[in-house]
């Protein structure tokens, strides 16, 4: 890919602590667990680090701790490639995900921001060149605010937003997104921001189309086994799922919004980066954890049902 192709990716890059147990413990309970590995994750660091393992040209913007869990949260990303030049090291520790999940499947997760918090505004513009270069910028929740409001202004491609988790925002920078990559849960929460006056809508397409008629130019709508929904200027397209045996679908959300960027890094219309992302989210379901679970070429991937890929 050229420069003129590259994703920058700015968001969280956090530390997933890993905790098995029979059931969770009560308030004030203490309970033996299993595992207490420590994996990188953070939604920025995955979707970064699933982009670069399809081969896109990636940098990250973002923030680690000085601690030594800091050489973890940015392991992944190395090995993937991704270009670091926007990552400070600040005083204090990295973000850390703790994670509890019991027999029944069912999980707990504590998250400290950390570092992740210091991705602001100013670190943001800071990283000007390199966002006005960019093909796609790409950005979560899991950053102050006043640091994906300075975005807009300086993002010259296309703003892949994927608000999670959601925050109040300014609705200018809501309608920069272009796409909007939201679930079912995080578009009531946007729309809910943008037409408060408004029933909201029970549907996908409706929901996806109470988007764009409250001026967001495009919409994916992630809707996990069931797929996706893709709705712009063109039309709205229902993605399906790619049929896999999913064994763990942490960061398969994340793995669909790397493949995305990619896909449009591509010039790939909406709806075919979301074919191929469609692809990539159902491979990483198949694997455990996160960037882990990632494929590291598209030969690996499942098939969609239906003609084409
Ligand atoms: P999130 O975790 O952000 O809520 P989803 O669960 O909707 O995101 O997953 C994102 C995408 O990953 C889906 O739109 C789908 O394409 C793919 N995906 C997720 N879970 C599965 C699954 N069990 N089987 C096949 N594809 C899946």
Do not use: W
Not at 197 to 208: G, N, T, V
């Amino acid at each position: 890919m050229s420069p003129a192709d590259t994703i920058a990716v700015v968001g969280s890059i956090n530390v997933d602590l890993s905790a098995q147990v029979a059931r969770h413990p009560q308030p004030g309970e203490t309970l033996h667990g299993r595992g207490g590995q420590m994996t990188p994750g953070g939604k920025g660091a995955n979707q970064a680090v699933a982009a670069a393992k399809l081969g896109g040209s990636v940098q990250m913007i973002g923030a680690v701790g000085t601690d030594a869990q800091a050489e973890v949260g940015l392991s992944g990303l190395r090995a993937a490639d991704v270009g670091l030049d926007g990552v400070r090291e600040i005083e204090g520790p990295t973000g850390l995900a703790i994670v509890t999940v019991a027999e029944d499947g069912e999980n707990t997760i504590v998250v400290i921001a950390g570092a992740n918090d210091a991705v602001d505004a100013a670190q943001v513009t800071a990283s000007r060149e390199v966002l006005e270069g960019a093909a796609i910028v790409v950005c979560q929740g899991e950053i102050p605010r006043d640091g994906i409001e300075a975005l807009p202004a300086l993002v010259q491609g296309r703003f892949l937003h994927n608000p999670a988790p959601v925050m109040e925002l300014d609705p200018a920078v809501l309608r920069a997104s272009d796409p909007l990559v939201v679930n079912e849960h995080e578009a009531a929460l946007v729309l809910a921001q943008l037409t408060p006056e408004m029933d909201p809508p029970q549907q996908p397409e409706l929901i996806a189309g109470a988007l764009r008629a409250a001026g967001i130019a495009s919409v994916v709508l992630t809707l996990g086994a069931q797929g996706s929904l893709v709705a712009d200027s063109d039309g709205t397209h229902r993605i399906p799922a790619a049929p896999v045996t999913a064994v763990d679908t942490t960061g398969a959300g994340d793995a669909f919004i790397g493949a995305l960027a990619v896909g449009l890094a591509r010039s790939e219309s909406l709806p075919v980066a979301a074919r191929f992302a469609s692809r990539v989210g159902a491979f990483a379901a198949t694997g455990h954890g996160a960037q882990p679970s990632y494929p590291g070429s598209e030969d690996q991937l499942p098939q969609l049902d239906g003609a084409g890929a």
